[in-house]
């Protein structure tokens, strides 16, 4: 049963491939190249011809007898017959190809070719066309986003022509997610709620099938601050009289600040940093640096309390120019003089009162010398140069006198006592 069906079938199916082969014919056109950009040459290329080519025609669109461009006739001289307004443009080849030159947007679309042989036959082409991309560029809907407050919108402009646009930030591709989205056939990059991680630089790059172009880098500035306004150094402060002393206004800002540093209210500088130089008690009090960024017309601020001490700078502080004062130094020399006069004067006292005792001391000596060996008198003058035996012979002869009331208080001293021994 099935079998009788099938059989039965065939010739029928045999007949409709036989006949949808011929109406279809086994002609065949390519563009060449396939897909051409705005000036290049476009050959469409007839093939499967069967028999001798006795002349053909080709139009624009999809149908014969509108918008002849081409009649082609082999046994006449020239062969070609160019309409309007291809003349110059275009021209036939005895195997039934057309070439056109110079191809523009206008070209793009379906072509159609008669070709009369052993038998007539029609074939359609298409030929697609793109401009070559210029270089896109970006723009910016805000020049000067502030963070957490804006949302900015970069356009790649580029001609209709792109099929894809791309976007990269620092050569990273992007896409779009929960802040950044993509619009337009990705014509347009919003940035919502923008923070400083959106700074950097975009570029978007423009595709189609005959280019590819990339713009510039649009360098994208998301502005802030000030951000954490500091004093340095951190209060309180206290410093010495005639010191010095340097206040600096650190804080995160882009673009940088303007400041105003301000003493109890009133206008002390509008730099960054505040020197105090020679500090007397009229720079004491409270301290505040306001910082003001003129783009995000933000500002804030911050104060440090300077306390002023009468003690004079010490050897940490800043070295002032002479931190003591002349009149102390006067004072100090003239105690110090009183007091070299005073050990002078007491020195002077003793050594008049030893002398003498001794003085009485060397005449009694020097009348028992005198009396035993004129040798003795003038080694005891000079102890250095005596010997032993002198030493000795000068005891004994010192011996027998007789204790004298002075000698007990001699002995008081030994220095004295031990050179009245040698002698
Ligand atoms: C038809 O002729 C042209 C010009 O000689 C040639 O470039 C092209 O390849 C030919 N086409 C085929 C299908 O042979
Ligand atoms: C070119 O032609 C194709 C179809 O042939 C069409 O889809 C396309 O939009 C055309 N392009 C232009 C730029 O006209
Ligand atoms: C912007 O983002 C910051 C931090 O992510 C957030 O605190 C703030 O509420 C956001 N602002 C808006 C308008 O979405
Ligand atoms: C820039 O575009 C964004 C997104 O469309 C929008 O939210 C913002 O208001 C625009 N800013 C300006 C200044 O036009
Ligand atoms: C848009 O961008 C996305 C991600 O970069 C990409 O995958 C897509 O092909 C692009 N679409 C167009 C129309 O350019
Ligand atoms: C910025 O980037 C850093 C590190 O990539 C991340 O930790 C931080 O959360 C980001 N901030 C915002 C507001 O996206
Ligand atoms: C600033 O105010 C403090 C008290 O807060 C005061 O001691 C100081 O003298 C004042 N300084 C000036 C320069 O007015
Ligand atoms: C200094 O000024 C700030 C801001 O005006 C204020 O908050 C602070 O209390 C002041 N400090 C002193 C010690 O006066
Ligand atoms: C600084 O002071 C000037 C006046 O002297 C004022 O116009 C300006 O707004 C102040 N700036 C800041 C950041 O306070
Ligand atoms: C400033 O220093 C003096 C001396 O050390 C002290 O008596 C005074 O209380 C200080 N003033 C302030 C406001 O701290």
């Known amino acids: 049963m099935e079998f009788k069906i099938c059989s039965r079938a065939l010739p029928f ?6 006949l949808w082969s011929w109406q279809v014919s086994a002609v065949s056109v390519v563009p060449i190249p396939k897909i051409a950009a705005v000036g290049e040459n476009v050959l469409l290329s ?21 918008n002849q461009m081409l009649r082609y006739n082999p046994f006449r001289t020239p062969p070609d017959t160019v309409f309007s307004p291809y003349e110059g443009r275009v021209r036939g080849f005895p195997n039934g190809s057309m070439e056109i030159s110079g191809v523009n947007i206008k070209d793009n679309g379906s072509y159609i070719v008669q070709i009369q042989a052993k038998k007539q036959e029609v074939a359609t082409v298409t030929i ?7 270089k896109p560029s970006i723009t910016a809907n ?3 986003p502030v963070e957490y407050r804006d949302s900015v919108a970069l356009t790649c402009g580029t001609s209709n022509a792109a099929q894809t646009v791309l976007w990269f930030k620092d050569s990273q591709t992007l896409s779009s997610d929960d802040r950044m989205s993509l619009s337009q056939e990705n014509r347009t990059l919003t940035i919502s709620n923008v923070s400083t991680n959106d700074s950097g630089s975009y570029r978007c790059e423009a595709i189609n099938p005959v280019s590819r172009s990339t713009s510039d880098p649009y360098k994208l500035v998301v502005y802030y601050g000030p951000k954490n306004v500091k004093i340095t150094p951190q209060g309180p402060i206290t410093q010495p009289l005639h010191s010095q002393l340097t206040l600096n206004c650190v804080t995160e800002s882009v673009p940088a600040p303007t400041y105003n540093w301000t003493l109890n209210g009133t206008i002390k500088s509008h730099e960054g940093n505040l020197v105090l130089t020679d500090i007397t008690f009229h720079n004491r009090g409270n301290y505040t640096c306001e910082a003001y960024n003129p783009v995000t017309e933000l500002s804030g601020s911050a104060s440090v309390y300077v306390n002023v001490t009468g003690v004079t700078a010490g050897p940490d502080s800043d070295p002032g120019p002479n931190p003591i004062p002349p009149w102390v130094i006067v004072v100090i020399v003239i105690v110090i003089l009183i007091v070299i006069a005073l050990i002078a004067a007491s020195v002077y006292y003793f ?5 003498s005792k001794s003085n009485d001391i060397s005449m009694k000596e020097s009348n028992l010398n ?7 008198q003038s080694s005891s003058r000079n102890p250095a140069t ?8 000068s005891e004994v002869s010192f011996k027998p006198v007789a204790p004298k009331p002075t000698q007990p208080k001699l002995k008081e001293n030994p220095t004295e006592y031990a050179e009245i021994r040698r002698t």
């Open 370 to 376: 005198t009396r035993s060996d004129p040798h003795l």
């Open 13 to 18: 199916l045999i007949a409709f491939l036989g």
């Open 128 to 134: 697609t066309v793109y401009e070559k991309l210029s």
């Open 351 to 355: 050594l008049l009162r030893d002398k």
């Open 386 to 393: 005596q010997t032993g035996e002198e030493v000795n012979y």
């Open 46 to 66: 007839v093939d499967g011809v069967s028999g001798d080519i006795e002349g053909f025609n080709w139009y624009k669109g999809e149908s014969i007898n509108t």
């Open 142 to 144: 805000l020049t000067h």
